[in-house]
């Protein structure tokens, strides 16, 4: 089972269209629907979309108070230099006054990825920096999404895919979700990477459908991501 505590770091990466940022807003809608008012919700977006439609939109699918959409604090970050300010200087006194129970960054790797190879690495582990400083110091678990590029490795499969900027993004999170989609039928999964592993060593993968709910388990009864929402919102305020 995926074990988040107060403080983790989940990093979600997945090509365009696997469900990365459905999978955030879902995680945001169930902390808005099952923490008591007042706890705020801070989600750093860097795509130009609106964060808050989503989220909220997924709330109101699940019954949760619309009043809540107060608790929700949405911030834009478009170039690296904002997105540090964001992270290492405003989230925490965010933190401090209010108390946040989830931050989600979606997407980090887009403020960075039309940087120079040297100066992108730089400024993503500058940012990741910030991310699992603030989650320490307030217990904040941190929810980021990230791109995926070609597996170079020797002997990888032509087709194969790795995170991101990978080993930056390992040497902070604590667990490591990969979303994928099938060409032919449409169908997503998602497979833990880092985190757990099941009795014989094999990767958990559980199949998952975006609903005007958010994302929901679409695998076997008894699969690790079985109301994806409900389970990890509950590993994650441990």
Known sequence: ALALGRGDVLEIHGKAGTGKSNLAHTLVATTLARTEP???????????????????????ARGGNADRARD????????????LATL??????????????????????????????R??????????AAVAALSKAHGVP???????SADFSDGADPSAVVAADD????KVATARLRLT???????????????????FGDLPSSHFAVTAAGVADAGEPGDW?????EELFASLTR
């Open 142 to 148: 941190a929810v980021l999404t990230n791109h995926v």
């Open 167 to 170: 080993a930056t993004f390992a």
């Open 88 to 117: 290492a200087r405003d989230a925490p006194k965010v933190c401090a006054a209010h108390g946040v129970a989830l931050l989600v960054v979606d997407c980090l790797a887009d403020v960075v990825r039309a940087l120079p190879p």
């Open 119 to 128: 100066e992108r690495r730089a400024a993503l582990a500058d940012a990741l």
């Open 38 to 60: 007042g706890a705020k919700v801070l989600v750093v977006e860097t795509k130009g979309r609106s964060a808050a439609r989503a989220s909220l939109a997924f709330l109101k």
């Open 72 to 83: 929700l604090l949405v911030s834009s970050a478009h170039d690296a230099e904002v997105l």
């Open 181 to 199: 989609r099938s060409a032919a039928s449409g169908e997503r999964s998602a497979t833990l990477v880092t985190g757990a592993r099941d009795d």
């Open 225 to 229: 991501m079985a109301d994806v929402g």
